[in-house]
Nanobody
Framework: QVQLVESSGGSVQAGGSLRLSCAASGYIYSRDSMGWFRQAPGKEREGVAAIHGGGRTSYADSVKGRFTISQDNAKTTLYLQMNSLKPEDTAMYYC????????????????????WGQGTQVTVSS
C-alpha cells in the first residue's frame, strides 16, 4: 500500500508562485514513478508533471518552463514548484504514484498510476 497526502495549495494572484508538497509512504517500489495531475471544474483530469525512470522528468506543454517537479533523496516527499501562475492553472491538484515502467509509455498517462492523493486546491486570480 502507498499513502499520498498533498499540501500547500492555496490562492495566489496571476504571476505568483506556489510550491505543492506530497508526503509519500508505503512500499517504495510501488511509487517509483510519481506525478502531479490536475482537474479544473468541468474538465477532465490531466497530467502536469512526472518524475520517473530513475529521475527523468516530463511536463505538459502548458506548464513547461514554469513548473518544476522534484523529490527528496529519500523519495518521501514530492514537490511541484509552480511559477508564473496563470488563471488557467486553477484546479484541484493530485499527487499520484506508480511502479517503474520500461519501454514506450506516457509518463503523464493516468493509467500508469495506481495510487492517488485526495488533492489540494490551487486558485489563481487575475
Amino acid at each position: 500500500q502507498v499513502q499520498l497526502v498533498e499540501s500547500s495549495g492555496g490562492s495566489v494572484q496571476a504571476g505568483g508562485s506556489l510550491r505543492l508538497s506530497c508526503a509519500a509512504s508505503g512500499y517504495i517500489y510501488s511509487r517509483d514513478s510519481m506525478g502531479w495531475f490536475r482537474q479544473a471544474p468541468g474538465k477532465e483530469r490531466e497530467g502536469v508533471a512526472a518524475i520517473h525512470g530513475g529521475g527523468r522528468t516530463s511536463y505538459a506543454d502548458s506548464v513547461k518552463g514554469r513548473f518544476t517537479i522534484s523529490q527528496d533523496n529519500a523519495k518521501t516527499t514530492l514537490y511541484l514548484q509552480m511559477n508564473s501562475l496563470k488563471p488557467e492553472d486553477t484546479a484541484m491538484y493530485y499527487c499520484a504514484a506508480g511502479p517503474r515502467y520500461y519501454g514506450d509509455y506516457d509518463p503523464l498517462g493516468q493509467s500508469y498510476y495506481n495510487y492517488w492523493g485526495q488533492g489540494t486546491q490551487v486558485t489563481v486570480s487575475s
